[in-house]
């Protein structure tokens, strides 16, 4: 297979659809068995893109949450994956310039700074995706939680300003 170039529009569309029809049209047994597994450091199969008639992107999901602050159940996942989707959307129905909100690690990941941002319990937790290519044909989707402290320095804003609100990126 030929290296394929995803947009990050695609890519942010696909994994929002996918997000939603895994955990939120689901029935909650089977989301929660699937919040499980991730949050037991497993990938699970998740999503598939067709380029052209012949090539395919097979996708897995994964979730980090090493930074998550406090306890993590399904409960709290899955309102911050409603408000990371709420943020998604919004950005993608605005038309916004994805190269000012999105980044290449060192790795290659495509990470993008779109949080969902939880208040929970007096705590903070902001979680956001990225995309990588494994190899030819197989690619993974990764939420990550981040932690706070360090999200608030990187955006130029404290944790009051997050607390409140503030406008995370620029989408000026």
């Known amino acids: 297979m030929s290296n394929v170039q995803l947009k990050p529009e695609l890519i942010l569309g696909a994994i929002n659809s996918n997000l939603n029809?895994?955990?939120?049209?689901e029935p909650r047994d089977i989301a929660k068995t699937l919040f499980n597994d991730l949050a037991d450091g497993k990938s699970a199969p998740f999503m598939k893109f067709e380029i052209g008639k012949k090539a395919e992107i097979h996708c897995n999901l994964e979730l980090d949450a090493s930074e998550y602050v406090g306890k993590l159940n399904y409960g709290k996942f899955r309102k911050s994956v409603a408000l990371m989707m709420l943020s998604i959307q919004r950005m993608l129905e605005d038309k916004n310039d994805l190269s000012k909100i999105s980044m290449t690690n060192e790795t290659g990941e495509l990470l993008f700074n779109i949080p969902g941002i939880l208040h929970a319990d007096d705590q903070i937790n902001i979680l956001v995706c990225g995309f990588r290519q494994q190899a030819p044909g197989l690619a993974c989707a990764s939420l990550m939680y981040l932690e706070p402290e360090f999200y608030a320095q990187a955006a130029g804003l404290t944790l009051d300003?997050?607390?409140?609100?503030?406008?995370?990126h620029d989408t000026a």
């Open 21 to 25: 029809l895994q955990f939120f049209l």
């Open 161 to 168: 300003d997050i607390k409140k609100g503030t406008p995370v």
